[in-house]
């Protein structure tokens, strides 16, 4: 069974840093691209970051750019996600979700990231 | 960027009636590949999305066949046969043809009348 299973969100302040992991299982993790994908309170989706396998290419969107970084530990099957400078509008609920051919097979159940002072 | 526009963004549906959700994009979603990426997703609430169709008409592994994905170029639709309660929830469509970015629509909420 494909298990995504994210962790690390949390409470913080404007400006500070938080770095969400996301475990996998039940799956070849290194072979499959994976992205961030989150949800503010309320609102829609929106994609956020894009890593494939082996990491040789990632994207981001305009709203993270310079501020996230996405990477990959595929002999710990995981993936991660480090937000530095932080903002109010980044408050969200954040998910890893799975590529297959067509995008966002899988999803993890989230983890919600505060950010406020 | 790919727009995505839904309509309607509410829906309130009757049990057993059939309903739909049309999503049509600023672009042609038709990729040079000749296949079309457009996703269809279901949140419930309190829940993860959960993707329901790819490339506008395959369905994922244990969606049920009251559900189907139809459409073409920028214009998609998305049709629920029969209503059952466990449909309630928040439908997006989201287009992969062209990105990054990856843009979703702005959801439709279907609610039990």
């Known amino acids: 069974e494909v298990q995504l299973v994210e962790s690390g969100g949390g409470l913080v302040q404007p400006g500070g840093s938080l770095r969400l992991s996301c475990a996998t299982s039940?799956?070849?993790?290194?072979?499959?691209?994976m992205n961030w994908v989150r949800q503010a309170p309320g609102k829609g989706l929106e994609w956020i970051s894009y890593i494939s396998v082996g990491a040789t290419t990632i994207h981001y969107a305009d709203s993270v750019k310079g501020r996230f970084t996405i990477s990959r530990d595929d002999a710990h099957n995981s993936l991660f996600l480090q937000m530095n400078s932080l903002r109010a509008e980044d408050t969200a609920v954040y998910y890893c979700?799975?590529?297959?051919?067509?995008?966002?097979?899988?999803w993890g159940q989230g983890t919600p990231v505060t950010v406020s002072s | 960027d790919v727009v995505l526009t839904q309509s309607p963004l509410f829906l309130p549906v009757t049990l057993g009636q059939p309903a739909s959700i049309s999503c049509r994009s600023s672009?042609?979603?038709?990729?040079?590949?000749?296949?079309?990426?457009l996703n269809w997703f279901h949140q419930r609430p309190g829940q993860s999305p959960r993707r329901l169709f790819y490339k506008v008409s395959k369905r994922d592994s244990g969606v049920p066949d009251r559900f189907s994905g139809s459409g073409s170029g920028a214009d998609f639709t998305l049709t629920i046969s029969r209503v059952e309660a466990e449909d309630v929830g928040i439908y997006y469509c989201m287009q992969g043809a062209y990105w990054p970015p990856v843009t979703f629509g702005q959801g439709t909420k279907v609610e039990i009348k």
């Open positions: 672009q042609s979603l038709l990729y040079s590949d000749g296949n079309t990426y």
């Open positions: 979700t799975r590529d297959d051919c067509c995008l966002f097979d899988f």
């Open positions: 039940g799956f070849t993790f290194s072979g499959y691209s």
